[in-house]
């Protein structure tokens, strides 16, 4: 039998300003908005940049990022990038502010932290030793 698949993972982060969060993952972070209700004046949407998708929605609670519960549990989303380091020089090409620069961390990963318009910590970034795993012939045969 085989083994079905998971597509992906997406954060639902409660927004106080669902315009203000969409303006800066449009605009500062590249992502497309590919929902939003209502148009004119959304209280909920779905960004999508690549494989990663966030969902973001007023409810009338106030966003309580993890690094205000606890320092230790600072991301509230980790986005796995395989080239951090030009995802890096891209935004900091469209003037957007780093919460953590670009480095090698002290638990092995290679990346950056951005703080988004609610206050929470998307980690960008990649294992430093990551290699992408190799195309298996069902994957392969899909892509032909």
């Not at 999508?48 to 969902?55: K, S, V």
């Not at 932290?113 to 929470?120: C, F, Q, S, V």
Request: with cysteine.
């Amino acid at each position: 039998m085989t083994r079905p698949n998971i597509n992906g993972i997406s954060p639902f982060f409660i927004a106080q300003d669902v315009a203000a969060s969409l303006s800066f993952y449009r605009d500062l972070l590249g992502f497309d908005v590919t929902f939003a209700e209502p148009n004119d004046a959304p209280f909920f949407a779905v960004v999508c940049r690549d494989g990663a998708m966030l969902m973001l929605k007023s409810v009338g609670a106030s966003p309580v990022p993890n690094y205000t519960r606890d320092p230790a549990a600072r991301w509230d989303a980790y986005v796995n990038v395989p080239d951090p380091d030009a995802l890096a020089a891209e935004y900091l090409s469209r003037g957007v502010q780093f919460f953590e620069p670009l480095k090698d961390t002290h638990d092995g990963l290679r990346g950056f932290e951005l703080k988004d318009a609610d206050g929470y910590v998307l980690f960008f970034g990649r294992p430093q030793s990551w290699t992408p795993p190799p195309l298996d012939a069902s994957s392969a045969a899909s892509d032909a």
